[in-house]
């Protein structure tokens, strides 16, 4: 299994700009597996669906706007991914396509506003076994 195949396009307009005042009013999706059906519910419904012995992951993350298009020395297109600062103007990116970016490339970014150069590559984590 690959990451590209979770790829799909979500018209902006369907993304959540702000969250919802009352959170328990969000949306839920359930599926359910063996009926083959769908129900939309709020999510304070969720405790129809927990069981004893059930664990619920709270995911707490924060998104940042963090998505950076540029060009190569060479011309070509790349997507930048910003996931975590390291220090300073030094960040742990995504890059696509990342295996055409190695130690020492320098991409451009906003008519040459902003510069980057990659320091290290790590090893992808979608290979497959």
């Known amino acids: 299994m690959k990451v590209s195949d979770f790829d799909y396009d979500l018209p902006?307009?369907?993304i959540a700009q702000t969250p919802?005042?009352?959170?328990?009013?969000?949306?839920?999706m359930v599926?359910?597996?063996s009926k083959k059906t769908i129900e939309h519910k709020k999510f304070k419904d969720i405790v129809e669906y927990l069981n004893p012995g059930d664990v619920l992951v709270r995911n707490n993350t924060k998104v940042i706007p963090a998505?950076?298009?540029g060009k190569k020395e060479t011309g070509a297109n790349?997507?930048?991914?910003?996931?975590n600062n390291i220090e300073g103007d030094i960040?742990?990116?995504i890059v696509r396509p990342g295996n055409?970016?190695?130690?020492g490339a320098k991409v451009i970014f906003g008519e040459g506003q902003l510069k980057a150069e990659v320091?290290?590559?790590m090893e992808r984590r979608n290979k497959k076994s």
Not at 78 to 83: A, N, T
């Open 12 to 14: 902006k307009e369907l």
């Open 100 to 103: 055409k970016l190695h130690v």
């Open 78 to 83: 790349v997507e930048f991914l910003l996931l």
């Open 20 to 28: 919802i005042s009352k959170r328990d009013e969000a949306r839920l």
């Open 119 to 121: 320091l290290e590559t």
């Open 67 to 69: 998505r950076l298009y």
């Open 31 to 33: 599926l359910d597996r």
């Open 91 to 93: 960040w742990e990116c």
